[in-house]
């Protein structure tokens, strides 16, 4: 049997008022990919936030590893292999573009030297080596996405969260980043990907859950999902 490594229960999280995750049920196990869709608003930045320990849990329970993940810092799930790659620009804006790939190896250095790892990133990102010596908030916006994926690879997580990595990526970059994430997947990675691109997600994931006003509303297999209607209608906003 594969390891639960992430166990979410019940969990509710606020913005003020505003409840943004209504008792979310969520298991990810060993090498699992699992995509999580919904419309805009649905609330799937706020539950990858709220497992991070970035969102406090206001309901339920959350654990990576067995560590409770509202008395466990972020640096230390980080430490344990728990990887988030937020929305938008996941870069240390003011290090320079290697900088910000040595401080992720640095969390989690493996029997390959930096110079090593590097090696495998730049291969497969040649426009980073191109900007090895810049400012990372001096990249572009695509650019940037590279890095925070980047920086993901070389972290070598045991779980990774990433959300919405194709956004604002041209169709040549998001097809790069979903082979260096299928890679991952290949390679016994967990994901938790939130992605806008339904048909990419679903075929670099095992299982999807649909998300609708921060409640799961639909969940199978990503190969049944992928045939069924309601999941477009919900991500269109539409009743699921
Ligand atoms: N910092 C915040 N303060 C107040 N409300 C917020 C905040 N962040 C998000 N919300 C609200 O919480 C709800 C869920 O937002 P969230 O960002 O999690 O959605 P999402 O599914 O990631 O959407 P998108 O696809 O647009 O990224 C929305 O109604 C949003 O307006
Ligand atoms: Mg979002």
Not at 10 to 24: D, F, H, Q, S
Not at 119 to 143: C, H, I, M, T
């Amino acid at each position: 049997m594969k390891k639960i490594l992430l166990k979410v229960q019940g969990l509710g999280a606020n913005y003020g008022p505003i409840r943004a995750l209504r008792g979310v049920t969520l298991e990810v196990k060993e090498g699992e990919t699992v995509a999580v869709i919904g419309a805009n608003g649905a609330g799937k930045t706020s539950l990858m936030r709220a497992i991070s320990g970035i969102l406090p849990i206001s309901a339920g329970t959350a654990t990576f590893l067995g560590l409770d993940i509202a008395k466990t810092p972020t640096h230390e799930l980080a430490r344990q292999g728990m990887l988030h790659v937020p929305e938008g620009r996941g870069t240390l804006q003011t290090m320079l573009v290697e900088d910000n790939l040595r401080l992720a190896w640095e969390i989690r250095p493996a029997n390959m030297t930096f110079e090593h790892a590097l090696e495998n990133v730049y291969a497969r990102f040649p426009r980073l080596q191109e900007r090895k010596d810049q400012w990372a908030g001096n990249l572009s916006g695509g650019e940037q996405q590279m890095l925070s994926v980047a920086r993901a690879i070389i972290n070598r997580p045991q779980l990774l969260l990433i959300d919405e990595p194709s956004m604002g990526l041209s169709p040549m970059f998001t097809k790069e980043v979903f082979r260096a994430l299928a890679e991952l997947r290949d390679a016994g990675v967990a994901i938790l990907l939130v992605e806008q691109n339904v048909t990419r997600a679903l075929e670099l994931s095992h299982r999807a859950m649909v998300l609708t006003h921060g409640e799961f509303t639909l969940e199978g297999s990503a190969k049944d999902l992928a045939k069924d209607p309601r999941v477009m209608a919900s991500y269109m906003g539409q009743a699921a």
